[in-house]
Each structure stands twice: as C-alpha cells, then as structure tokens.
T-cell receptor, first 115, second 115 residues
Framework: KAGVTQTPRYLIKTRGQQVTLSCSPISGHRSVSWYQQTPGQGLQFLFEYFSETQRNKGNFPGRFSGRQFSNSRSEMNVSTLELGDSALYLC??????????????FGEGSRLTVL | AQSVTQLGSHVSVSEGALVLLRCNYSSSVPPYLFWYVQYPNQGLQLLLK??????LVKGINGFEAEFKKSETSFHLTKPSAHMSDAAEYFC?????????????FGRGTSLIVHP
C-alpha cells in the first residue's frame, strides 16, 4: 500500500512569492491535515480537510490556505512568502472519524526555504 | 486547552542502555496519546498509541509506554538502546474537534545513542 506522497520535496522561493505544495493521501484515507515544523515553534497544526471541506484550522494567518479535491488529494498554498515561512511542511492522512483513533500517517514533507 | 510537555530536548544514552523519554500531558478528558519518531529528512512514523485500553502499550522497535493517569504521564521506554534508535521523538495528545482529531505535539526529544 503506497504511503502519503508529498511534492515537491525541496524548494527555494524568494520573499513575496507564493508556493503550492501537494499531498496525495493513502488510498482510502479521506482526511488530510497539514503541519508546519520549525526549530523554533516545533510542530504546529495548520488545517485539516475531509470530503473537500476544511473542518479545522490552526492559528495561522490567511496567507496560508488549502483545499482538497474529490480524490482526497490536497494542496496547500502560502502567498506573499516571508522569511519566517521557511520550514518543513508535513502532510498526514487518516481514516474517517469513528473508524480510527486519530492515528496519523505522515508524508516525508516538503522543505521550503525562503530567501 | 490541551498541552504536552516533553522533559529534555536532548537525551543521550550508550548503546545497550535503558532509554527513557518523558512526556506529561494536560487534558480535561481521557486522552488519546501517541508517540511518533522522526528520522532525519523524513516525516513522522507512529511508534505506539494509547486509546484507553491497556495502560501499558507496546509499540514497534521494542518501545513501550505506560499511561499513568494520576501522574498525567506517558513516558516512552526501551530496555536496550540501539544505534538505529537515534532520532527525534514526539509525544502527542489528540482532542476531538468538529468530528475529527486535532493533535498537539510536544517540542520533541532528540535521542542520541553513543557506541
């Protein structure tokens, strides 16, 4: 069974640009969540999607957005990049609520560097 | 609000020695608790989880953790460290929100294993 796939793995952008990251969940998983990992702030929850709807959102500015497609694939977008957005962005998928206990299956992440 | 505290950002042990990584949580309801491991340049991988069944939970790679409600702790242990155990370890508590689960992660503990 294929795992969670994130693309691209590495990317470099400059301040003011925007970036789109992609995540393909494990087959059958309908929930996709996104996390930002930095040395200073640790692992922080960005948002979670289920059946193309955002169910929960973390405490991040509106520059961070996401969406989910009918095949459960998800994208996140960061507009007007700032130096502080440099981080490892992790995507995780999970089974629908009621069938699981919240176990997350993570991709390898997309490492974003903002210059 | 739920929180997770991991005592010690770095833990250093010799190969073959006992591994003890500490995690304390705050939660107003019985939680779902998890330990994840992250190897360099990779995503997080589930080690074990507590879901209100047995208080002693066994995971992969010889790790286990004991849920102690009176101490609000979920410490991770392994009897004998191996060089391959060197990684970052994260404790997480899940809370149900809007029909899904939102994780709160600890800041992580880096396990260093000396030969």
């Amino acid at each position: 069974k294929a795992g969670v796939t994130q693309t691209p793995r590495y990317l470099i952008k400059t301040r003011g640009q925007q970036v789109t990251l992609s995540c393909s969940p494990i087959s059958g998983h309908r929930s996709v969540s996104w996390y930002q990992q930095t040395p200073g702030q640790g692992l922080q929850f960005l948002f979670e999607y289920f059946s193309e709807t955002q169910r929960n959102k973390g405490n991040f500015p509106g520059r961070f957005s996401g969406r989910q497609f009918s095949n459960s694939r998800s994208e996140m977008n960061v507009s007007t990049l700032e130096l502080g957005d440099s981080a490892l962005y992790l995507c995780a998928s999970s089974l629908p609520t009621g069938l699981d206990t919240g176990e997350l299956f993570f991709g390898e992440g997309s490492r974003l560097t903002v210059l | 609000a739920q929180s997770v505290t991991q005592l010690g950002s770095h833990v250093s042990v010799s190969e073959g020695a006992l591994v003890l990584l500490r995690c304390n949580y705050s939660s107003s309801v019985p939680p779902y608790l998890f330990w994840y491991v992250q190897y360099p340049n990779q995503g997080l991988q589930l080690l074990l989880k507590y879901t209100s069944a047995a208080t002693l939970v066994k995971g992969i790679n010889g790790f286990e953790a004991e849920f102690k409600k009176s101490e609000t702790s979920f410490h991770l242990t392994k009897p004998s460290a191996h060089m391959s155990d060197a990684a970052e370890y994260f404790c997480a508590v899940m809370r149900g929100v809007g029909g899904s689960y939102i994780p709160t992660f600890g800041r992580g503990t880096s396990l260093i294993v000396h030969p």
